[in-house]
């Protein structure tokens, strides 16, 4: 996008140009400098959808990021980016969860040769009982209607009887019952 700069600073990363066009600057935070191009990529992608659109975001308007939701907070100069909690109870500063999801998400689907399709993660999924006890798990994912992420998700003891499996959010199944760094990054 032309005419909109990106500022690091030590811990975040902002936009400069964005209120040449009437529009809020925006800044994110990250907890590590590993995380600047992801949140470079960010600010892009927000920045991209106000300056296409004509619509301006306002303070506590929330945005799906991937598998991830950040709402926008009025700050000292700009829009703050928060993102939910790792239990999706809490809005707190920054974004290192939503940029690290996108990125680890991407990164799975580029290697499978697959389009990033990421579910929100307020939808449905289907889980067996197992699931819940920890024990390792497969995951397969169809086509749904809007209020389901598609996803099945199982372990061995599964017998193939839809009675014995429930729908959960996606939310507390990602973030309670699996190792973040396998199954979240999958799910894309």
């Not at 296409?52 to 303070?59: A, K, N, Y």
């Not at 928060?82 to 580029?110: I, K, M, S």
């Not at 199944?173 to 699996?178: A, H, I, L, P, S």
């Amino acid at each position: 996008m032309t005419g909109i700069n990106y500022k690091r600073s030590l811990n975040s990363v902002g936009t400069e140009g964005l209120s040449s066009s009437g529009l809020q600057e925006i800044r994110v935070k990250v907890s590590t400098t590993d995380l600047f191009q992801e949140a470079e990529e960010f600010l892009r992608f927000v920045a991209n959808y106000v300056t296409e659109s004509g619509r301006q975001i306002h303070s506590e308007e929330t945005l799906v990021y991937g598998y991830w939701l950040v709402k926008l907070r009025a700050g000292d100069g700009a829009l703050e980016v928060w993102e939910y909690d790792a239990e999706a109870t809490d809005f707190v500063p920054g974004a290192d969860l939503a940029l690290t999801y996108w990125r680890d998400q991407h990164r799975v689907c580029n290697q499978a040769g697959a389009p990033f399709r990421p579910p929100r993660p307020d939808r449905l999924t289907v889980v067996d009982e197992w699931v819940m006890e920890g024990l390792p798990v497969q995951a397969v994912r169809y086509p749904s209607p809007e209020h389901m992420s598609g996803w099945w998700i199982t372990t061995d003891r599964y017998n193939g009887d839809v009675n014995s499996v429930w729908r959960q959010l996606l939310f507390p199944v990602g973030d309670n019952y699996f190792s973040r760094s396998t199954t979240i990054t999958c799910l894309a």
